[in-house]
């Protein structure tokens, strides 16, 4: 039994999930209580898209060791993925009290909070400095031999599971393609077990690119000491599969955060990227970090698959289309009271929702619809698109809707730019926190503040009071694209040539703090 264990995890590690289901399930018909069967086998429904088969395997493994770290902490992750954020959070603190140091734990109650929002401002900042705490530092040194000439060519070092078709990597991919190669090399150090097109792309635009699948962190950090990074940037920190921890080792001497969610709490990281609008001076949130501010948090690149934004279907149709096509864990209980009252504030309107696969798990639809349909909302008024469709479809998909709700407190980023590329407003409530205010960001850089929302009452008045006018909504649906794509959210080349600056005066600076030692 166990080397038929070992060949479905084989063929579960190679991305043959079909044929290690196939495995997992031969396995289960001679001992239903295998652990490692059951948790492979609802590892392998995640990685097929069947998230209620999925959770439904998670929770046979947990009767089966109920005090398995590993199988609370996927029980969180189902909970995370429809929007339970209450209940993610404590199937999280089971698995840390077992597990003190469970990586998956400790990052995850922090993305929860984050995704839960209220009052947490005091519960976020603890979390995240245990999430930072659980490893050590362990410095090995950063390279120092060549500190004493700030305007030579920099050796940027960028640490990454996202260099792929992600929204990270579709923001970052025009740093790569246009930073002056004769003031900058890029390393990248990237952990992409199943590369795309767009790591082809990545690839192809770094300078030295390394894989780091497979390897732990020391071997990293050792990697990165002996290629001589001058400055080396973590992306997205908290999420997906990338590696803050190797900051621990300071193998760069200077390290810095870019697009992330919120401070790493590492002391090793010395930089957080921002802007005026998602980190502005004296703002409520905690950094760890120095942050910079660039002109613009993030910067967008035009797809080649967004036709023309078409007429707006509120003059054939005689009726409003509200939509949303963000992740359904973005959009809170509080978010859909909100949207509940705009639907009974504006007759006959319709909503759209649409993320990938999402709305076919029963458990995220009763949630979602259940939360409209218990203020009142007839569910006739709800259409759910759930097929998982090319870029250029899901583009085309925003032809049927006339306005966007962003979810909060969560928001979106690039769900926001998407539609007002395809001429549809975007109605955002702006909060505290970066999190809460990349899609303001991004509305007031196209000069859209109207829709900015300060509170969850005038979110509400926004949406109706644009609705009620369908004349306003014609004119921004021909005037979206240009006003989106001539701001600052897709001047690439005015971005890039910030970031150099930015890279260089870190660089200056650190020459000049050695200088008066």
Same mark, same amino acid.
């Given at each position: 039994?166990?080397?038929?264990?070992?060949?479905?995890?084989?063929?579960?590690?190679?991305?043959?999930?079909?044929?290690?289901?196939?495995?997992?399930?031969?396995?289960?018909?001679?001992?239903?209580?295998?652990?490692?069967?059951?948790?492979?086998?609802?590892?392998?429904?995640?990685?097929?898209?069947?998230?209620?088969?999925?959770?439904?395997?998670?929770?046979?493994?947990?009767?089966?060791?109920?005090?398995?770290?590993?199988?609370?902490?996927?029980?969180?992750?189902?909970?995370?993925?429809?929007?339970?954020?209450?209940?993610?959070?404590?199937?999280?603190?089971?698995?840390?009290?077992?597990?003190?140091?469970?990586?998956?734990?400790?990052?995850?109650?922090?993305?929860?909070?984050?995704?839960?929002?209220?009052?947490?401002? /005091?519960?976020?900042?603890?979390?995240?400095?245990?999430?930072?705490?659980?490893?050590?530092? +362990?410095?090995?040194?950063?390279?120092?031999?060549?500190?004493?000439?700030?305007?030579?060519?920099?050796?940027?070092?960028?640490? +990454?599971?996202?260099?792929?078709?992600?929204?990270?990597?579709?923001?970052?991919?025009?740093?790569?393609?246009?930073?002056?190669?004769?003031?900058?090399?890029?390393?990248?150090?990237?952990?992409?077990?199943?590369?795309?097109?767009?790591?082809?792309?990545?690839?192809?635009?770094?300078?030295?690119?390394?894989?780091?699948?497979?390897?732990?962190?020391?071997?990293?950090?050792?990697?990165?000491?002996?290629?001589?990074? /001058?400055?080396?940037?973590?992306?997205?920190?908290?999420?997906?599969?990338?590696?803050?921890?190797?900051?621990?080792?300071? +193998?760069?001497?200077?390290?810095?955060?870019?697009?992330?969610?919120?401070?790493?709490?590492?002391?090793?990281?010395?930089?957080?990227?921002?802007?005026?609008?998602?980190?502005?001076?004296?703002?409520?949130?905690?950094?760890?970090?120095?942050?910079?501010?660039?002109?613009?948090?993030?910067?967008?690149?035009?797809?080649?698959?967004?036709?023309?934004?078409?007429?707006?279907?509120?003059?054939?149709?005689?009726?409003?289309?509200?939509?949303?096509?963000?992740?359904?864990?973005?959009?809170?209980?509080?978010?859909?009271?909100?949207?509940?009252?705009?639907?009974?504030?504006?007759?006959?309107?319709?909503?759209?929702?649409?993320?990938?696969?999402?709305?076919?798990?029963?458990?995220?639809?009763?949630?979602?619809?259940?939360?409209?349909?218990?203020?009142?909302?007839?569910?006739?008024?709800?259409?759910?698109?759930?097929?998982?469709?090319?870029?250029?479809?899901?583009?085309?998909?925003?032809?049927?809707?006339?306005?966007?709700?962003?979810?909060?407190?969560?928001?979106?980023?690039?769900?926001?730019?998407?539609?007002?590329?395809?001429?549809?407003?975007?109605?955002?409530?702006?909060?505290?926190?970066?999190?809460?205010?990349?899609?303001?960001?991004?509305? /007031?850089?196209?000069?859209?503040?109207?829709?900015?929302?300060?509170?969850?009452?005038?979110?509400?008045?926004?949406?109706?009071?644009?609705? +009620?006018?369908?004349?306003?909504?014609?004119?921004?649906?021909?005037?979206?694209?240009?006003?989106?794509?001539?701001?600052?959210?897709?001047?690439?080349?005015?971005?890039?040539?910030?970031?150099?600056?930015?890279?260089?005066?870190?660089?200056?600076?650190?020459?000049?703090?050695?200088?008066?030692?």
């Amino acid at each position: 039994m166990d080397d038929l264990l070992n060949r479905a995890d084989e063929e579960a590690r190679s991305g043959r999930q079909d044929k290690a289901f196939i495995l997992y399930g031969q396995i289960l018909a001679k001992s239903p209580s295998s652990l490692g069967a059951l948790k492979g086998a609802a590892r392998t429904l995640m990685a097929l898209r069947r998230l209620d088969d999925s959770a439904e395997a998670w929770r046979a493994a947990l009767d089966v060791a109920p005090d398995d770290p590993d199988t609370l902490f996927q029980c969180g992750m189902v909970h995370f993925r429809r929007g339970e954020m209450e209940e993610a959070r404590r199937r999280f603190n089971d698995t840390s009290e077992l597990e003190p140091s469970h990586y998956g734990a400790l990052g995850m109650n922090v993305l929860a909070l984050l995704y839960q929002g209220g009052d947490v401002a /005091d519960t976020l900042w603890r979390a995240q400095r245990v999430w930072a705490e659980q490893h050590a530092p +362990s410095p090995i040194g950063a390279h120092t031999g060549e500190a004493e000439d700030p305007e030579r060519r920099l050796r940027i070092g960028f640490v +990454s599971s996202d260099f792929r078709a992600h929204s990270v990597g579709f923001n970052m991919l025009p740093v790569f393609q246009r930073l002056d190669r004769n003031k900058f090399q890029i390393h990248s150090y990237a952990e992409v077990a199943h590369p795309d097109k767009a790591t082809g792309l990545f690839e192809n635009a770094s300078d030295v690119w390394r894989s780091t699948v497979g390897m732990h962190d020391p071997q990293v950090a050792q990697m990165i000491l002996s290629d001589k990074i /001058d400055i080396l940037i973590f992306l997205a920190a908290h999420l997906d599969e990338n590696r803050p921890f190797i900051s621990r080792f300071c +193998s760069a001497p200077i390290q810095v955060s870019h697009h992330d969610v919120c401070t790493s709490a590492l002391p090793e990281i010395d930089y957080f990227l921002g802007d005026l609008y998602v980190t502005p001076p004296g703002g409520a949130e905690e950094f760890s970090e120095r942050v910079v501010r660039l002109p613009t948090f993030t910067v967008h690149s035009i797809p080649a698959e967004a036709v023309a934004p078409n007429r707006l279907p509120a003059q054939a149709n005689g009726y409003i289309t509200f939509g949303s096509f963000n992740a359904p864990q973005k959009i809170s209980d509080a978010c859909l009271d909100a949207w509940a009252a705009i639907l009974q504030a504006v007759p006959e309107s319709l909503l759209v929702l649409k993320y990938f696969e999402s709305y076919s798990e029963a458990a995220t639809r009763a949630r979602v619809l259940g939360r409209l349909s218990s203020a009142g909302i007839d569910l006739e008024r709800l259409t759910i698109l759930d097929a998982v469709d090319p870029r250029s479809e899901h583009l085309r998909a925003y032809g049927d809707v006339d306005i966007a709700l962003d979810p909060f407190p969560f928001s979106g980023a690039t769900t926001t730019f998407e539609a007002l590329l395809m001429g549809v407003p975007v109605i955002s409530l702006s909060g505290t926190r970066l999190v809460e205010r990349c899609s303001a960001a991004t509305l /007031d850089a196209a000069g859209l503040s109207v829709c900015i929302a300060s509170d969850v009452s005038s979110y509400i008045v926004r949406a109706t009071e644009l609705a +009620s006018d369908t004349e306003r909504l014609a004119v921004l649906r021909g005037a979206l694209r240009t006003m989106v794509t001539q701001s600052r959210v897709c001047d690439a080349d005015s971005y890039v040539r910030n970031i150099g600056r930015v890279y260089r005066a870190m660089w200056r600076r650190w020459c000049a703090s050695l200088a008066s030692l």
